[in-house]
């Protein structure tokens, strides 16, 4: 597949004393500010990775408020919005403390998985590129069809299919949004979202 890139956001450090109209864009914001200071700091190897994804899972979080799922994403009106993680206990661990903290009125509910053949239901998943090229070699519909919002941080990783990569750009924080597949996902990301991103990719046809 061929991705074009058709939005290139200004540099993060340019919006820092921008007054927000929405709190939940401040928010976003303000964590993506937090991580990248996390990154930065100077401190214990330990202590720094337990502040950075601490940071992440408040981004993810964040993140998780801007999209809405169709009613097709969940069993019931009173089903939790899961997030899935597989290969990273310290992001899993990170995310667990979120547990019960609601989204779009539903809890939040935390899963580890050990591989993509796993049948739990889930509203997003944080793996890597690896992750998401199993899953379009070995069940290539199933995050598609089940709306799952993709998370990750690799290079390559939108392009791989993956909806929002997490990356450092010039020593900030920012992501990139894959378009073509929040459409296939049927997600809707608001527009702050993609007013925040440092770039948008679309697949050329």
């Known amino acids: 597949m061929v991705f074009v890139n058709t939005i290139v956001q200004r540099d993060l450090s340019g919006t820092v004393g921008h007054q927000f109209r929405s709190p939940l864009l401040a928010y976003a914001l303000a964590c993506l500010i937090l991580l990248t200071a996390a990154v930065g700091q100077s401190q214990s190897q330990d202590e720094a990775s337990a502040e950075e994804y601490r940071a992440k899972s ?4 964040a993140f998780a408020k801007f999209v809405q799922w169709p009613d097709a994403a969940f069993a019931q009106d009173t089903s939790p919005i899961v997030f ?9 661990s990170a995310l667990h403390v979120l547990t019960d903290k609601k989204i779009h009125g539903r809890p939040l509910e935390v899963i580890e998985l050990d591989d993509p ?15 998401i090229e199993q899953f379009e070699q070995e069940h290539p ?13 690799d290079e390559g ?8 990569r997490l ?6 924080l920012g992501f990139v949004i894959n378009a073509t597949a929040v459409q296939r996902a049927k997600l809707s990301l608001g527009s702050s979202l993609y007013n925040l991103a440092h770039a948008v990719l679309e697949e050329s046809y």
């Open 58 to 61: 408040a981004l993810l979080f």
């Open 84 to 92: 899935a993680v597989i290969g990273n206990h310290d992001m899993f």
């Open 117 to 131: 053949g796993s049948s739990d239901i889930y509203q997003l998943l944080y793996c890597d590129r690896g992750i």
């Open 141 to 153: 519909e199933r995050l598609a069809q089940n709306h799952v919002l993709t998370i990750g941080e």
């Open 157 to 164: 990783f939108a392009e791989a299919g993956g909806i929002l």
């Open 167 to 172: 990356m450092l750009i010039d020593e900030h």
